[in-house]
């Protein structure tokens, strides 16, 4: 049985990487025709880079996905802030709201958006599409934010209040570098479901494409050899947010488990 299993899990893992790693290896490909290897180029990357068309796209993706990030992270701090000291059963009620942008598909987020811009008269472009990521992004601080609150004592805000501080410096002084780890993990998730999302940003967006919305443009003519090395650079950019997300959230636990176990 511990065979079969091993065997069922490499080829779900074959079945699932194994056509992103066709696609980097092509992406070095000095053939344009890709039946035909024709030895390692970088010309595709060289290609990528003066490209207008694309280095539009990659300045609309990344803006968006930053200034959404931030927008997000402090909205999604504000939020999780609140919604921790409502009582239970509003604390209940919103956290089945906050989870409602999570649970639904990115086409019935996008739909719905799109048609609430349209109903309110409001040109579809880079403006929609930032309003349209930052929408989404908030749950995901909100939920990294929240377990750092539920650990945190909430004995440190009432004593800093006790000794004088105000409100505002007790929240920067006490309660921001207590949940920081919280803020900086669903900052980085916010940034990594922006950069990748299509869906919503097709739906919000008339007049201005990020690299997705590019990229799916591109397939529906002759798909040029240039984008095996964008989706290239994409998925390694994506991979390095998740590790480094995933990492901080394993260091976490550790750091929680060595001041438990030293706790007396």
């Known amino acids: 049985m511990k065979a079969l299993r091993r065997a069922y899990l490499g080829l779900v893992l074959v079945f699932l990487y194994a056509p992103i790693a066709v696609l980097v290896v092509y992406s070095f490909n000095q ?23 694309i280095l539009d796209a990659l300045y609309v993706t990344v803006s968006v996905a930053a200034l959404a990030t931030m927008a997000a992270t402090v909205l999604g701090t504000i939020a999780a802030i609140g919604i921790h000291s409502m009582k239970s059963w509003t604390r209940d009620l919103f956290m089945n709201v906050t989870n409602l942008p999570m649970l639904m598909p990115d086409i019935v987020t996008g739909i719905s958006l799109m048609i609430l811009f349209i109903f309110m008269k409001v040109p579809r472009g880079y403006g929609t599409m930032l309003l349209a990521h930052v929408t989404f992004d908030i749950p995901y601080v909100i939920f990294s934010v929240l377990p750092r609150l539920k650990r945190m004592n909430p004995n440190l805000y009432e004593a800093a209040l006790d000794l004088g501080a105000r409100p505002q410096t007790a929240l920067l002084k006490v309660i921001l570098p207590e949940i920081l780890p919280g803020v900086i993990t669903g900052a ?40 095996n090395a964008l989706s290239a650079i994409m998925f390694v950019t994506v991979l390095v947010l998740l590790f480094v997300v ?13 001041s438990g176990g030293s706790a007396p």
């Open 31 to 53: 053939s344009e025709t890709r039946a035909v290897w024709g030895g390692l180029s970088l010309k595709w990357y060289q290609a990528l880079f003066h490209d207008k068309n």
């Open 188 to 227: 980085l998730l916010s940034f990594t479901m922006s950069l990748d999302d299509f869906a919503i940003s097709y739906f919000t967006s008339v007049r201005t494409a990020n690299l997705s919305m590019l990229i799916y443009s591109m397939t529906r003519r002759k798909v040029p050899p240039t984008i």
């Open 246 to 258: 995933n990492n901080r959230g394993s260091d976490t636990g550790r750091g929680r488990g060595t």
